[in-house]
């Protein structure tokens, strides 16, 4: 198991200079049995990027629509975070100095499972 951050994922869906490098690691950690986590804000992050991409001209609009789909059939297990999960999350923010905890329910499920970012 993996948990998969939106950053990593956002040139699975949408062409650029890292996309050819990030699926050819996806499909290498597919070739090995990895499966894939993140907690449900993964999808919230995943469609604010495409959107940002279309608002600032990177992509058009039916390329944006396109991708939208993308997610939505990606094999990725999305992970409800609790109380105790959401106090993790905040843990780690305070640990790193973070303003803001997005990316620390990444890390409390990295923790919670076990597993690699």
């Given at each position: 198991?993996?948990?998969?951050?939106?950053?990593?994922?956002i040139p699975?869906?949408?062409?650029?200079?890292?996309?050819?490098?990030?699926?050819?690691?996806?499909?290498?950690?597919?070739?090995?049995?990895?499966?894939?986590?993140?907690?449900?804000?993964?999808?919230?992050?995943?469609?604010s990027?495409?959107?940002?991409?279309?608002?600032?001209?990177?992509?058009?609009?039916?390329?944006?629509?396109f991708?939208?789909?993308?997610?939505?059939?990606?094999?990725?297990?999305?992970?409800?975070?609790?109380?105790?999960?959401?106090?993790?999350?905040?843990?780690?923010?305070?640990?790193l100095?973070?303003?803001?905890a997005?990316?620390?329910?990444?890390?409390?499920?990295?923790?919670?499972?076990?597993?690699?970012?």
């Open positions: 198991m993996l948990v998969l951050d939106a950053s990593f994922s699975l869906f949408v062409s650029d200079s890292r996309s050819q490098q990030a699926r050819a690691t996806l499909v290498a950690l597919r070739g090995e049995g990895e499966t894939f986590l993140a907690p449900t804000l993964w999808i919230y992050e995943v469609i990027s495409f959107q940002k991409l279309r608002h600032f001209g990177k992509i058009d609009t039916p390329d944006a629509e991708a939208m789909e993308a997610p939505a059939n990606f094999e990725i297990q999305l992970i409800q975070p609790d109380l105790q999960f959401s106090r993790r999350a905040m843990a780690w923010s305070q640990q100095r973070r303003a803001s997005y990316d620390s329910f990444y890390l409390a499920l990295v923790e919670e499972r076990g597993c690699d970012l």
